[in-house]
């Protein structure tokens, strides 16, 4: 097959024609005609035939010329007989007669007159000398011909629009089964074109032929029967196009009725299989989805209502089972009351009145009625009318809603009845809901709230506060701690309030609004007021208690080392005097005497004790650094307790109440040691610092008990801290990861010019 070139818009199509077989050869026989023979075949022959010599005359004509022509042979015989014919065909013969004298080439010429179609043959005659020495003129009436040729054109032209148009492939092969005929829509699902299988055999270009039987059903096709493919996948090696085609093999005849070959009409059923593939896969999904689906569905038919498919949740709902229900109405089973219902609701399903859900009371297999949220419509299965169904129980949706009913009702007496105030806001702080106390205590009605934000009920001032614990803590966490701001009534005055407030979140889960209990806190706070200024008078009180606990305790330290100290003294003198004058004269009264002055010398040293632990004279005299060393040493020979020391000596002046303060607490933490911790070291750390000076005993004990922090007897604790307090300062208890006990005291200082010294450390090892 090869192309034919019909224009640049039209597929090229071609058929290979295979030479016609030469006609057996037959033994040559003489014969030779007569002339006279001749000569009646010449006169009777219908084309037109006659000579002309070098000048146009003519030489001899026959019978169908002169009768063309309307005259005899005779009367044309040495005339020039173009000049007989009309003017243009006249001309151009005389034309062409002069061009085959000249080239001595035959020429073809045609014309056409009053709807006839004419073709004329000038053959040049040659002399013996090689010379044109007249021409012969055959011309016939060709229009049969070319009419026959017209139509046949428009044939070949329709068939080969229809070959290449056509919605299906089409290929023709030979009895060889090599490709003759390949059109575009071949080309198009193969993806080779005509020329590269033209003359190549089907099964060497396409393999899967051998694979299905292809080549038996061809073979049948040659010996003359049609036959018809199933739906067959396909492979094309060299393109590497795959999808799926049926075929319907037809055999092909020649001019004398024997099959020449075949013609095979393919269509490309790919589309459709893949259709057909996603449709079974549809309706795989389509079952899982019906017989997974929580809610029960039905399917009957619309005409007797009979069902013809449940799912599993239908059967587990109403507890039938499939066997029960396939092929039987809902009135057979019992689900509905009778037919004249059942056919008043198949005629609203198919008015459409069913599409939106609706509630329907229905009966299980255990006679057991329930209600039901039904919804319904018509689909078509196999031509005819169905009812699909789809039920859903809410009977124990009825009953949680009733509870919920009756638990919002007691949440409506609990919400109002609250003393505490309620509040609920969207995002934006918009009041959407309130309770009677939030209302009275704001003055506002609830119609009023709801046209306000929180925001508008809550002065300047806050809003930046609260705004932060909405970021910081309502967000992030989903509440605040609890937390104190002020209200503004509807009369305008301002008074405090401590909240707590929390999140509330939509189905999504994201954040919708928040609620808040309140409560007003005006008389806490005054009372709180009141409770600060007579913990402060009794703080005061307490302060002048012990400045004169202080003031009586170094006045009778003075008492005991300047009068009983001296008195005791002067005694002993006295006594030593009289043990020298008469300890000889009389031994017994000098002994006696001796024990009265060893008597006498330990009430001194007693006395001289309490005057130091009334109040170390060093304190007052030295300072508050001597004083803690002073202390340290006494505590150290008394417990036997190490203790290390980290004293700053550049420590600011401080006042007598700075420093009897931190020594107090010193003696304090020290009792304690000595009498709870089991402790074997002690460090007592005195620093300076820009604005106050601290003190930490820290020991190795056991660590006080956690209980004994909070505990209000422990008189000996609320003692440092009220000292600190009544001083502005501070003084923190606490028990230590490693173990032991921490007491670190900062007291307040206000800023004095300090020794010019630098800054060292004293440390006292035990």
């Given amino acids: 097959m090869k192309k034919a070139s019909s224009g640049s818009s039209q597929r090229a199509w071609t058929r290979k024609v295979r030479p016609a077989r030469a006609p057996l050869p037959t033994a040559p026989r003489r014969f030779k005609p007569s002339l006279d023979l001749l000569l009646t075949i010449f006169n009777r022959t219908s084309e037109l035939i006659f000579i002309l010599d070098r000048e146009g005359k003519m030489l001899l004509c026959n019978d169908a010329l002169a009768t063309s022509l309307g005259c005899t042979p005779d009367i044309l015989q040495g005339k020039p007989v173009l000049d007989f014919m009309p003017g243009e065909v006249g001309m151009g013969r005389r034309a062409a007669v002069e061009r085959v004298l000249k080239s001595g080439q035959t020429e073809v010429l045609s014309d056409e007159r009053d709807g006839r179609f004419f073709e004329s043959v000038i053959t040049p005659v040659f002399d013996r000398g090689g010379l044109v020495s007249h021409v012969t003129v055959f011309a016939r009436d060709v229009t049969r011909q070319r009419q026959a040729q017209q139509a046949l054109f428009a044939s070949e032209s329709l068939n080969r629009s229809i070959i290449e148009k056509a919605s299906s492939g089409l290929v023709m092969v030979d009895r060889e089964l090599r490709v003759q005929l390949w059109n575009p829509y071949m080309e198009q699902v193969s993806g080779l074109a005509a020329d590269r299988v033209l003359g190549k055999k089907l099964p060497e270009l396409f393999p899967f032929i051998q694979e299905f039987g292809l080549v038996a059903m061809l073979q049948r096709g040659l010996a003359g029967e049609t036959a018809q493919t199933q739906d067959l996948p396909f492979l094309v090696p060299e393109t590497g ?24 009409s393919v269509l490309d059923i790919t589309q459709r299989k893949n259709a057909e593939a996603e449709l079974r896969r549809s309706e795989e ?5 019906f017989h997974l689906t929580p809610v029960a569905v039905a399917i009957s038919r619309f005409e007797d209502g009979a069902m013809v498919q449940v799912n599993d949740c239908f059967l587990r709902a109403f507890g039938w089972t499939r066997e029960e229900l396939i092929g039987r109405t809902s009135v057979a089973i019992g689900m509905l009351p009778n037919q004249a219902r059942r056919q008043m609701l198949a005629q609203q399903v198919r008015r459409g009145e069913w599409r939106t859900p609706r509630e329907l009371a229905v009966t299980n297999k255990a006679r057991q009625t329930f209600c039901c949220l039904v919804a319904a419509d018509m689909i078509e299965l196999g031509g005819q009318p169905h009812i699909l169904t789809v039920l859903l129980d809410i009977t124990s949706r009825r009953q949680v809603e009733q509870a919920l009913l009756l638990s919002e009702e007691k949440y409506r007496h609990l919400h109002e009845s609250m003393r505490d105030a309620f509040a609920r806001v969207d995002m934006a702080g918009r009041i959407l809901e309130t309770n009677r106390a939030y209302q009275e205590m704001l003055g506002y009605s609830q119609e009023e709230l709801a046209q306000l934000t929180y925001q508008d009920l809550t002065p300047s001032k806050w809003r930046q506060l609260e705004t932060r614990i909405v970021e910081e803590q309502i967000l992030p966490q989903g509440h605040s701690r609890v937390y104190e701001k002020e209200y503004r009534r509807k009369d305008g005055t301002v008074f405090p309030v401590e909240l707590r407030t929390f999140l509330l979140r939509d189905a999504r889960g994201q954040p919708s609004g928040m609620w808040a209990i309140v409560r007003d806190i005006t008389e806490r706070q005054q009372a709180q007021e009141k409770l600060r200024e007579s913990q402060e008078e009794l703080r005061a009180l307490a302060a002048r208690i012990e400045s004169i606990r202080e003031e009586e305790r170094a006045r ?11 008195n005791l003294t002067a005694l002993k003198l006295d006594l030593a005097w009289l043990a020298r004058h008469l300890g000889k004269s009389e031994p017994d009264i000098g002994q006696r005497l001796a024990a009265m002055i060893s008597l006498v010398e330990d009430n001194v040293r007693t006395v001289q004790q309490i005057s130091r632990d009334l109040r170390p004279p060093m304190l007052d005299e030295l300072g508050l650094v001597e004083a803690i060393e ?17 004293l700053d000596v550049r420590l600011a002046r401080l006042g007598k109440e700075q420093s009897t303060a931190l020594f107090r607490i010193l003696q304090e933490a020290l009792t304690n040691t000595a009498r709870h911790a089991g402790a074997t070291r002690v460090q007592v750390t005195l620093r300076q610092e820009p604005d106050a000076v601290s003190l930490e005993v820290r020991d ?26 009544a001083l502005g300062g501070e003084v923190v208890i606490e028990r230590m990861p490693e173990g032991g006990t921490r007491v670190a005291a900062r007291l307040p200082i206000a800023k004095t010019t300090t020794p010019p010294a630098g800054r060292h450390q004293r440390e006292l090892q035990p």
Avoid at 241 to 264: Q, R
Avoid at 285 to 289: D, N
């Fill in 700 to 725: 190795n004990g056991c660590g006080i008990a956690p209980k004994k922090l909070t505990d209000h007897s422990a008189l000996g604790l609320l003692g440092m801290r009220e000292r600190a307090l």
């Fill in 556 to 566: 009778l330290s003075r008492v005991a080392h300047d009068h009983l100290g001296q």
């Fill in 241 to 264: 196009k795959s999808g799926w085609f049926t075929a319907s093999i037809a055999p092909l005849p020649d001019a004398g009725g024997k099959v020449a070959g075949l013609i095979i």
């Fill in 630 to 646: 002073w202390q340290t040493q006494e505590f150290e020979r008394r417990s036997g307790i190490a203790c290390r020391l980290k």
């Fill in 285 to 289: 999904r389509f079952a899982k989805v």
